[in-house]
């Protein structure tokens, strides 16, 4: 069964610290995609990047980045000099390739709770 | 384009009361999705249509049905809504690998 888990529940960090958030997963496919999305106080969801299981290059994004271990099934976010702006729930996904036996549903993490305090 | 709209952007029912939630896309996406989201759980997948005409069950599907009778539109129906309904519904539409979120609606059932 396909399965992420985000273990931090709520993080809070000072102003300019770095800050992690971790992600694991499991599923038994070898073709995925891994996807990480900001849920601002305003309820939408944003999408920040994917991942397709075969690119274990790390990304940077500006302040954001992101390391993906296929060894130790995780994709790990980091913000570099946090900011107010950053407070929010940060969700990691994993998806399945869509066939036709699959739906290209997404199994989301239970959510990490960043507030980022000036 | 729009992308993908919800209709209501909020909504309280009582116990009991029925209800259909709108999902429209104007992306020509074969592929729609209905989400829930509890405090604690992320998202769960309802209910899933693959193309007009079609639906099948997500993970949570009790309690809810669907309709997908024109391409770009995903109907999700609460026949008699119960407090553990109460919640923030998100419809999503497929492009490649890519989910389209619509802006949530969030339902209170008291």
């Known amino acids: 069964a396909q399965k992420v888990t985000q273990a931090q529940t709520e993080i809070s960090v000072v102003e300019k610290e770095d800050v992690t958030l971790d992600c694991v997963y499991e599923?038994?496919?070898?073709?995925?995609?891994l996807f990480w999305y900001k849920q601002p106080p305003s309820g939408e969801l944003v999408f920040l990047i994917r991942?397709?299981?075969?690119?274990?290059q790390n990304e940077i994004s500006g302040r954001y980045s992101w390391n993906f271990q296929k060894s130790t099934s995780s994709f790990n976010f980091t913000i570099t000099a946090s900011q107010v702006v950053d407070s929010a729930v940060y969700f990691c996904?994993?998806?399945?390739?869509?066939?036709?036996?699959?739906?290209?549903?997404?199994?989301f993490g239970q959510g990490t709770t960043l507030q980022v305090k000036p | 384009n729009a992308g993908v709209t919800q209709t209501p952007k909020f909504r309280v029912l009582k116990t009991g009361q029925s209800m259909t939630l709108l999902c429209a896309q104007d992306?020509?996406?074969?592929?729609m999705y209905w989400y829930r989201q509890d405090p604690g759980m992320g998202l769960r997948l309802i209910h899933y249509?693959?193309?007009?005409?079609?639906?099948a069950k997500g993970e949570v599907p009790d309690g809810y049905n669907v309709s997908r009778l024109k391409k770009q539109n995903f109907l999700l129906g609460l026949e008699s809504a119960a407090p553990s309904q109460t919640s923030v519904y998100f419809c999503?539409?497929?492009?490649?690998?890519?989910?389209?979120f619509g802006p949530g609606t969030r339902l209170t059932v008291t």
């Open positions: 992306m020509n996406h074969e592929y």
């Open positions: 249509s693959v193309g007009e005409g079609t639906t």
């Open positions: 996904a994993l998806s399945e390739v869509v066939s036709s036996s699959n739906t290209g549903k997404l199994i």
């Open positions: 599923t038994r496919d070898t073709t995925y995609y």
């Open positions: 991942r397709n299981s075969f690119d274990e």
């Open positions: 999503a539409s497929l492009r490649g690998y890519e989910q389209y």
